[in-house]
Nanobody, 129 residues
Framework: QAHFVESGGGSVQQGGSLRLSCAAR????????IAWFRQAPGKEREGVSC????????YHADSVKGRFTISRDNAEDTLYLQMNSLSPEDTAVYYC??????????????????????WGQGTQVTVSS
């Protein structure tokens, strides 16, 4: 069964950094758009960052631009999210997700949750002030 195994969440002080990893199991990330989402308590799930099939193009939500970096290793079927300059507003459960095979998802459409159908179990990120 296709799924992800997430790791790397935790607690950090404001201004700190964390790196999230997401390994695909039961399927390959080749030819799939992949992305990170997050959901804070009482809020809807929101797109954070996404990366193209080739890995050459990325798109970030305005709230994380310049602080978060998404990357992929297709050989290892793994997705990463490097998070720097973290603030309490970044506190949330973070999820990785994969879109359907060869789905283009240009621009901001790559941050819409309904465009993804394989999801990680989520990892908690807590940033204290």
């Amino acid at each position: 069964q296709a799924h992800f195994v997430e790791s790397g969440g935790g607690s950090v002080q404001q201004g700190g950094s964390l790196r999230l990893s997401c390994a695909a199991r039961g399927f390959t990330l080749d030819n799939r758009r992949i992305a990170w989402f997050r959901q804070a308590p009482g809020k809807e799930r929101e797109g954070v960052s996404c990366i193209s099939i080739s890995g050459q193009s990325t798109y970030h939500a305005d709230s994380v631009k310049g602080r978060f970096t998404i990357s992929r290793d297709n050989a290892e079927d793994t997705l990463y999210l490097q998070m720097n300059s973290l603030s309490p507003e970044d506190t949330a459960v973070y999820y990785c997700a994969a879109a359907k095979y060869r789905a283009a998802l240009p621009g901001a459409t790559c941050l819409i949750p309904s465009n993804y159908y394989i999801w990680g179990q989520g990892t908690q990120v807590t940033v204290s002030s």
